[in-house]
């Protein structure tokens, strides 16, 4: 589920890029519609293994929250929700009263970003955890450690160039 999430979020985000997107040939109401549509996947697929998560919990009788990868779980997936919401406003801007749809969407990207930092530490967390680390060892690990890195990177440069530099300025 996690592999769905990170895949669903990296791409979502990634629609809007001028480099690596496949959709760089689509409108812009194109890009927003496949955003939307790999976002609300990704949350689906959050919500799905976290209500495994939390069975699993109750069915061994183990207690919740313990861990420092459960607690960023629980904030991130809080996080993803209100990124949801924020961007529904954003595709119904009639919904609210807003004086700026513009400001509006630059706090959606910084925010969305923040969310996806969380569940890029959520993922390294959960890579660092003892079961993981029974289950793979050595290199490999540390192969494992980076693949959630790059993408990171790689969204905060997206961001920070369409968004962030530009806005700096206009605001």
């Not at 959606?108 to 970003?113: S, V």
């Not at 290199?139 to 160039?161: E, G, T």
Request: proline share 3%; hydrophobic share 50%; charged share 10%.
């Amino acid at each position: 589920m996690a592999i769905a999430v990170c895949f669903c979020m990296t791409e979502a985000i990634l629609t809007f890029s001028q480099d690596s997107s496949p959709f760089f040939f689509c409108s812009i109401k194109a890009k927003v519609r496949v955003h939307w549509m790999l976002q609300v996947l990704a949350a689906i697929f959050g919500s799905i293994g976290l209500t495994f998560i939390v069975s699993s919990k109750n069915i061994s009788e183990s207690p919740h929250l313990t861990s420092w990868h459960s607690i960023l779980g629980v904030g991130t997936a809080i996080a993803v929700c209100g990124q949801l919401l924020c961007g529904l406003c954003l595709l119904f801007p009639n919904l609210i009263n807003t004086y700026s749809v513009a400001r509006l969407r630059l706090y959606h990207a910084t925010c969305g970003l923040v969310a996806y930092l969380m569940a890029t530490a959520t993922v390294v967390l959960g890579l660092c955890s003892d079961w993981f680390k029974a289950q793979v060892s050595g290199v490999l690990w540390y192969l494992y450690l980076i693949v959630p890195l790059i993408p990171a990177l790689v969204i905060m440069k997206q961001i920070n160039n369409s968004y962030l530099s530009k806005k700096k300025i206009e605001i």
